[in-house]
Structures are given as C-alpha cells and as structure tokens.
C-alpha cells in the first residue's frame, strides 16, 4: 500500500489522501476535496483514480466529487446512512465492509459516530495498520460534534474502538490542527512534556510534510486518550467542581469536549 497525503492549502487545513495499489497502479481518492491536487498527484505517480470514499458528508469532504468523478468516472463510497446528502453516492458501507484498491490492498470500514451520526474511518489490513480518521480522530485531538454529531457518540467511538488499535497504527487524520491540539493538552496537562517538546520540534513544520503520528504518540500526548491522568482530572476540577475526586472516563471526555469547543 502506497498513501500520498495532498496538503490542500485552504483555510479549514486540509488533508486529502490518494491510497495506491503498487501492482497495479490503482488508486482510491479519499476526501478529495481538491480534486485537480489529487488529480495531479496521482497522475505524477502513474496511478488511475478508481474509487471515491468519503469519511463523511460536510461539504469540505465531499466538495470535490463532481470534479473527481468528471475527471476519472470513480465510483463514490461512503456510510450507508449518508446517501441522501451526499449525491450520486454508488455505494453505501458499514462496519467490517472491505474496501480493495487494486490486487493488494484492503481497507476495512469501521463505523465511527460522533463527529457526525454517519461517519466512517479506514483501516488498513497491512504490517504496519494505517487509520484514516476524517474528522473523527485529529493528530492531539478529537472532532467536535456541532453539525449533526454527538459527544456521547464521539467518546463510545474512542472508548470502543480508537482504543483498542495497535500502538503502531498511522493516524492520517482530515486536517492539519496539531498545533493548537497540542496547546490545548499543555492547557489541560501542564505537566505534559511529550506534548510540550512536539510542540518545539513541530511548531514550524511545512503542512506539505506533515508529522504523521502514530497510536502509541496519541495515547502519550492527546488528551483525549488521557482521562484517567492525575493531572487532566486536577484541572478539570477547578472548571467542573460538581465532577468529584473520582470522575468516570466519560465524564472526563464530555468535559473535555466542553472545553475544546470554546477553547
């Protein structure tokens, strides 16, 4: 499996993603947003753009369809629930359906509510597992639940399934916030250092070459995948006093979402 990460440049930052077959040069656009970037990167690797899959229905992941399909005839793939806002959708999946690219590659879906109520993200069947996260899981960070989401939904997402993935898997996430995820777990977590020197190693890094994290970074600098630490809870207390000396890992979640929403 080959993944070519497109840095869009826009003012939402961000990601689009082509996943290659590297026996047959078949290719899968997802989110591409910026269809002729996508376009012109696969036409620079000599790949053929077959397949469309959409983490989810917001505009910025779906706005390039229209073009990518004029340009490639590429069959449109996202959640099942989603077919009715997003138009002329082939194909509707759910949790454990494959997607293959090519003769090598496998993408299994897994069914990820939260962001919104029809979102999927991908996970690669590879020695290394790769997770591309749409708007679900950000590098240092989690989606917010405004337009047609839920926190509860979001946190059963992370509790029950982002959890349980190998340290090792690669977070291709939909967009570019790592920085300001980071600031808001040093605000969370003061005690935090390995958020603290990702911060100064990172802070200037070119979007265009992005860090691409891995699971074992997320449980060590994310605060959504520290909610039992001594020190998230602490400062949580002094914004949520009514949360006691013994909060339950949900509690700390959706406090937490709280926050990051104003934040």
């Known amino acids: 499996m080959i993944v070519e990460q497109v840095w869009t440049g826009n003012a939402y930052r961000n990601f689009n993603y082509l996943v290659a077959c590297p026996e047959t040069g078949e290719a899968l656009a997802i989110d591409p947003l910026d269809f002729s970037r996508c376009l012109a990167a696969a036409q620079a690797r000599g790949w053929r753009i077959?397949?469309?899959v959409n983490t989810h229905e917001h505009g910025d992941h779906i706005g390039g369809?229209?073009?990518?399909?004029?340009?490639?005839?590429?069959?449109?793939?996202?959640?099942?629930?989603?077919?009715?806002?997003?138009?002329?959708?082939?194909?509707?999946?759910?949790?454990?359906?494959?997607?293959?690219?090519?003769?090598?590659?496998?993408l299994e879906c897994l069914d990820t509510p939260g962001h919104t109520m029809s979102h999927i993200c991908l996970l690669s069947h590879t020695d290394q597992p790769a997770l591309f996260s749409g708007d679900t899981l950000f590098n240092a960070g989690a989606?917010?639940?405004?337009?047609?989401?839920?926190?509860?939904?979001?946190?059963?997402?992370?509790?029950?399934?982002?959890?349980?993935?190998?340290?090792?898997?690669?977070?291709?996430?939909?967009?570019d916030y790592l920085i300001n995820n980071l600031r808001f777990t040093l605000d969370r977590e003061p005690d935090n250092e390995v958020?603290?020197?990702?911060?100064?190693?990172?802070?200037?890094?070119?979007?265009?070459?992005?860090?691409?994290?891995?699971?074992?970074?997320?449980?060590?600098?994310?605060?959504?995948?520290?909610?039992?630490?001594?020190?998230?809870?602490?400062?949580?207390?002094?914004?949520?006093?009514?949360?006691?000396?013994?909060?339950?890992?949900?509690t700390v979640f959706l406090r937490l979402r709280e926050l990051r929403n104003s934040w």
Request: proline content about 5%; glycine content about 10%.
């Open 65 to 106: 369809n229209k073009g990518m399909v004029a340009a490639t005839g590429a069959k449109i793939i996202a959640h099942r629930n989603a077919g009715g806002r997003i138009p002329n959708m082939d194909r509707g999946v759910g949790a454990g359906d494959v997607i293959k690219v090519g003769a090598t590659v496998d």
């Open 195 to 250: 958020a603290r020197q990702m911060i100064h190693e990172y802070e200037n890094q070119d979007p265009a070459d992005a860090l691409v994290t891995t699971l074992a970074q997320e449980r060590a600098m994310n605060t959504f995948f520290r909610l039992d630490s001594p020190s998230v809870i602490a400062k949580l207390q002094e914004d949520f006093p009514d949360i006691g000396d013994k909060p339950d890992e949900r």
């Open 143 to 175: 989606g917010n639940c405004h337009n047609g989401g839920h926190p509860d939904e979001l946190y059963e997402t992370f509790d029950r399934q982002l959890s349980k993935l190998r340290d090792d898997t690669l977070v291709y996430p939909g967009h």
């Open 50 to 52: 077959s397949q469309i």
